[in-house]
């Protein structure tokens, strides 16, 4: 919402339980006959996505996590690199309008962000949101107790000035079965590499068995 096609549909965004509860009605919209389904998920849609998948796991078979996991601890540098971007977003979102969609396509510009220009202040409500979560406490207890045990991928690019996940998660998706962790000498948005192709596609096979048999439980359960 507030992109794409849907751009300036509301000024002040959605919160994050509205998205969460959106994404987890379509999820049960789009799993039928017992089926679940595999969740790939990067950026903000990794930040939403753990969330609906630990509030219903039944519906998921696997999932593939770019670039930003569910548990991540930044070093000292990396938490000031990641106040002062999300902190200018937030005020783009706040101040709107010319100067706001300014300040966003120039960060957008600065990290090499796709279809820059495309892009404009009321995108930057997920700043809001976030920093809303963290400070209550709230993100804390939405992914609370949340380590799934389905097949797991995490990629992430290298080339950034902070890392966006922790050792605890990393050494979590090795220890589960199809569990899979590749870097790759890139930036935030490798996915447009052909190495992630290769590295995604090459998962979703090698995991093939392994989504049958949640598929086959799932069903199951359900009967």
Known sequence: PNYGTRQRETRWGFHTGEIIDALTDHLRRVVVDGRPV????????????????????????RVATLDVAPHFKPTAKGLLGI????????????????????????FAKLFHVPNDNDLNAWMNYPYRNVWSDLLT????????????????????????????????????????????????????????TPAFVETLSGWLERTAADAKTASASSANAQA
């Open 137 to 192: 406490g709230r993100y804390a207890k939405m992914i609370h107790g949340y380590w799934p045990t389905c097949p797991l991928l995490f990629v992430y690019g290298e080339k950034k000035p902070f890392m966006f996940h922790s050792p605890k998660w990393t050494d979590h998706v090795r220890s589960v079965r199809g569990g899979e962790v590749v870097s790759l000498p890139s930036n935030h948005w490798f996915t447009h």
């Open 83 to 106: 106040v002062a971007y999300q902190w200018w977003l937030f005020a783009a979102f706040g101040i709107g309008g010319a100067p706001g969609d300014w300040m966003t396509r120039r």
């Open 38 to 61: 595999t969740l790939v998920l990067h950026d903000w849609g990794s930040y939403w996505g753990h969330v609906v998948h630990h509030r219903c796991p039944e519906l998921v078979s």
